[in-house]
Each structure stands twice: as structure tokens, then as C-alpha cells.
């Protein structure tokens, strides 16, 4: 082996050891006045997630947050707030994984009767 090459490393033998995840929580109005964040991270000792987990360690960790989470339905939990994992539109049950990136966005309703 060449004394210059560099070591590859697997997945699994990184500097956070194995099974580790890392995202990025993105807050956006008025969830940051909420938190007093626009963004924090959140580390695991797992591989995956799924959105619905990590809703309820966002309210775990800002307990103002209780009253926009409910994990228990898609349809409720999107009168409250929408959750965009990597700029797209996510469900409670997709899987987050390691360097991900989670939006949490005020639905947008409305319209108007004519």
C-alpha cells in the first residue's frame, strides 16, 4: 500500500462511529419566535429517522412547540405546520436520514369566495 495514499473509510467508521445521525432543524415564522432559532441540530445514535420522531423531539426540546405537533394524524398535523425534509414536501412517516435537512413551515390556507 502507498505510504500517501489516504485511509477510505466506511460509513460506518466515521468520527461520529456507527449508526449516527445528524440533521438540521430549519424554523421558519412564527415557529423561531417559539423557539428563539431560526436552526439547530439534532444528533442520534441511529441510522434513520422518521419525520414523525423527530417532530416529538422538537417538542420535546421546545415544549412551545407541543401545540403545532400531533403525530398521531398527516391531516391534523398539517393544520398546524408542514414539514419540507430536503425542500420537499414530507409525511410523518418518511425516513430522515444522516445530513438531512428539516423545514418547519406555516401551512398555507385560504383563498376566496366569489
Given at each position: 500500500m502507498d505510504s500517501n495514499a489516504k485511509p477510505k473509510f466506511e460509513?460506518?467508521?466515521t468520527r461520529h462511529g456507527p449508526s449516527h445521525l445528524r440533521i438540521t432543524v430549519k424554523y421558519s415564522t412564527p415557529f423561531r419566535e417559539d423557539t428563539q432559532v431560526s436552526e439547530e441540530a439534532y444528533e442520534m445514535d441511529q441510522e434513520s429517522t422518521t419525520v414523525a420522531r423527530v417532530l416529538d423531539l422538537v417538542a420535546s426540546r421546545h415544549s412551545s412547540m407541543s401545540k403545532?405537533?400531533?403525530v398521531n394524524?398527516?391531516?391534523?398535523q398539517r393544520h398546524h405546520l408542514v414539514v419540507a425534509v430536503n425542500s420537499r414536501l414530507a409525511r410523518l412517516s418518511d425516513t430522515v436520514h444522516?445530513?438531512?435537512s428539516l423545514s418547519l413551515l406555516?401551512?398555507?390556507?385560504?383563498?376566496?369566495?366569489?
Amino acid at each position: 500500500m502507498d505510504s500517501n495514499a489516504k485511509p477510505k473509510f466506511e460509513r460506518s467508521q466515521t468520527r461520529h462511529g456507527p449508526s449516527h445521525l445528524r440533521i438540521t432543524v430549519k424554523y421558519s415564522t412564527p415557529f423561531r419566535e417559539d423557539t428563539q432559532v431560526s436552526e439547530e441540530a439534532y444528533e442520534m445514535d441511529q441510522e434513520s429517522t422518521t419525520v414523525a420522531r423527530v417532530l416529538d423531539l422538537v417538542a420535546s426540546r421546545h415544549s412551545s412547540m407541543s401545540k403545532f405537533i400531533d403525530v398521531n394524524s398527516e391531516e391534523a398535523q398539517r393544520h398546524h405546520l408542514v414539514v419540507a425534509v430536503n425542500s420537499r414536501l414530507a409525511r410523518l412517516s418518511d425516513t430522515v436520514h444522516d445530513g438531512d435537512s428539516l423545514s418547519l413551515l406555516l401551512p398555507v390556507m385560504g383563498g376566496c369566495r366569489e
